[in-house]
């Protein structure tokens, strides 16, 4: 009996015991989830169609400020406006200053640079639709780069030796105290081969200017003076 005890108290210790979420949550915070549960039942005993669903949803919405929007409506940061799709479908939008998110475009504009730019298969195809879409994204400072890569058989020695190359970013640090912005991206590169792996620090820096957006550059950004300052290996390891 003393052991079974023991080995109840070990267990008691040692093993996870699963909780639902409602055991674990404060009363407050019930509260709310029962507060939140019950209007959604109601929710959805009172719009069992489509349109009876987009009836009720704009009233809801309309209570929280949101107005229908007109064709050539002017709209201002913070205007909250829905379209109503011949009752059979509803969209909400909140209407923000482009301005406010582009710190966040940037850095995304320039990660997105560098994976297609950097990562690569051994098939020739493959290399030259992600460089493509690379050089989109920036001026002729990357373009002398893959010039350069090409001439030196950088691309020929990936696809002669089956190896692929994946890239991933770091971090991208930005700073938009002057124009052009300045990013500075730091990156570990795999190189990897059928023997081995190797891992190697990527450091680069370049300006961004701002440009119309299209289907090919989303985030409206070119990137111009492109310089690699770090490119070197970190550790091989062995397959």
């Known amino acids: 009996m003393e052991e079974k005890n023991e080995l109840d108290a070990l267990r008691e210790k040692l093993l996870y015991k699963q ?133 030196k058989g950088y691309y020929n020695r990936i696809i002669a030796g089956n190896i692929n190359q994946v890239l991933k970013v770091d971090s991208v640090v930005c700073d938009f105290n002057a124009y052009p912005y300045r990013a500075v991206t730091y990156a570990t590169q795999k190189i990897i081969r059928q023997s081995n792996v190797t891992e190697r620090s990527l450091v680069t820096t370049c300006r961004l200017l701002n440009s119309s957006r299209s289907d090919d550059n989303p985030n409206g950004f070119t990137i111009e003076g492109f310089t690699i300052i770090e490119n070197k290996d970190l550790q091989t390891i062995k397959r």
Do not use: C
């Not at 915070?29 to 029962?34: A, P, Q, Y």
């Not at 169609?49 to 107005?67: C, D, L, N, P, Q």
């Not at 509803?90 to 940037?106: G, K, V």
């Open 19 to 151: 909780k639902q979420g409602y055991d674990i949550i404060d009363v407050d915070e019930r509260i709310k989830l029962e507060e939140y549960a019950t209007a959604y039942k109601a929710y959805l005993n009172a719009a069992r169609t489509e349109r009876e669903a987009v009836k009720m949803s704009i009233e809801m919405a309309e209570a929280k400020g949101f107005v229908e929007y007109a064709d050539g409506m002017e709209l201002k940061a913070g205007d909250k406006v829905y379209r109503n799709n011949r009752g059979k479908s509803l969209m909400l939008a909140l209407s923000q200053d482009l301005s406010q998110n582009r710190p966040a475009e940037a850095r995304e504009h320039v990660r997105r640079f560098h994976e297609l730019f950097f990562t690569l298969s051994p098939e020739k195809s493959a290399i030259e639709h992600n460089v493509k879409r690379a050089l989109l994204l920036a001026d002729k400072s990357v373009y002398n780069y893959y010039s350069d890569f090409a001439e």
